[in-house]
């Protein structure tokens, strides 16, 4: 079997020499689509002999990826992000499956570990954040319209889980987080409204505060320490924001729908 791996890409300068580094001599080549970075993103995938360099206007998570998925040489796709990385174990996983036949109706599942500022986190309903990302383009396709793209999959699939985590280098800082749930819980709210979904006040109420509980009390998140702390109330506050963001998007259809 032989494995092409997969990359989407946007000003990832920071993080991208240190995702294909971990692919060399494990993917047989690595296809990096880029959507028109303004920093070094492009010279640094250039200078990696074995990969595969394009540039697409924005289409999406999805589309980007099915996309991208199209570009490659081999149907056997590692789908992985440019602040991931394959850990040993992992790497030497992947080894042993390219020694197998290609089969379209099964996919492979990986545990990702999060490197929080620094910190690695296993625990607050982060690990194992169980992602399937080596599966047959044939078969497999992404699908979602904003955020949470998801794999749409056979109907028999068989679905093997890898031993290895996929290590994903997360937030630098605070600041870092607050920048990038900001932009995602307005994709996820607009998602939602396209669905048709309401908030009530009460639910814009007790989510967030369920949700601290939730993941620092009953999903372990104080073993993780002051790190976990940060964690669980960042997530607690995105809560927050995506159904305040939600609820405006509702109040602004229904006044256009009174006018």
């Given at each position: 079997m032989r494995i092409s791996a997969v990359i989407i890409t946007?000003?990832?300068?920071?993080?991208?020499a240190r995702c294909i580094a971990s692919l060399q001599g494990i993917a047989d080549?690595?296809?990096?689509?880029d959507s028109y970075s303004q920093d070094n993103t492009r010279a640094i995938a250039e200078s990696f002999p074995d990969v595969?360099?394009?540039?697409?206007?924005?289409?999406?998570?999805?589309?980007?990826?099915n996309h991208a998925n199209s570009l490659s040489s081999y149907d056997t796709i590692l789908s992985i992000d440019?602040?991931?990385?394959?850990?040993k174990e992992l790497q030497n996983s992947v080894k042993e499956i390219k020694k197998e036949v290609e089969n379209k109706n099964r996919v492979f599942e990986v545990s990702r570990l999060t490197n929080y500022c620094g910190h690695w986190i296993r625990h607050c309903g982060w690990y194992p954040d169980r992602k399937i990302r080596i599966f047959d383009r044939r078969s497999v396709r992404w699908q979602g319209d904003f955020v949470h793209e998801t794999l749409s999959l056979p109907q028999e699939v068989?679905?093997?889980?890898?031993?290895?985590?996929?290590?994903?280098?997360?937030?630098?800082?605070?600041s870092d987080h607050v920048k990038q749930f900001d932009k995602f819980t307005t994709l996820t709210a607009m998602e939602a409204n396209k669905k048709g979904k309401n908030v009530r006040l009460i639910g814009l109420m007790m989510r967030p505060k369920w949700k601290f509980i939730r993941d620092f009390v009953f999903k372990l998140g104080f073993l993780d320490g002051y790190a976990g702390y940060r964690v669980c109330k960042m997530s607690s506050f995105a809560t927050f924001l995506k159904y305040a963001k939600l609820k405006e998007l509702n109040e602004n259809d229904n006044t256009d729908k009174q006018n």
């Open positions: 946007l000003n990832e300068e920071a993080n991208l080549e690595v296809v990096v689509v595969k360099f394009y540039s697409q206007k924005w289409l999406g998570y999805a589309g980007q990826k440019a602040d991931e990385v394959l850990s068989e679905i093997i889980r890898l031993k290895g985590d996929l290590l994903h280098y997360s937030y630098k800082n605070a």
